[in-house]
């Protein structure tokens, strides 16, 4: 019955969990987290419509595509002061968050 949604977000899950463990770019590992959450909520609103309680699962999913925006906000501005001050938004190369 819900087959092909839980297909697509463990597919959307899974690319970004690959995409998160093999980046070297901040910007791209923010992308791939995104990822994630949106196959997480896309489960959510599945799992919401088959069993009887329908709003719970999609206010949580606006709680998460809250938090969500939130952290997509506070990452590229961490990313965006990284890159000013070391010209670069390589993770292996950083070591400015280090004591």
Known sequence: MFEKELI????????GFFGLITSRNMVRALMSLEL???GIILNFIIFSNFFTNREGGEIFSLFIITVA???????LAIALSIHRIRKSTRIDQLNLLKW
């Open 36 to 38: 994630i959450l949106n």
């Open 8 to 15: 697509l977000s463990t597919y959307l899950v899974c690319v």
């Open 69 to 75: 925006a939130a952290e997509a906000a506070t990452g």
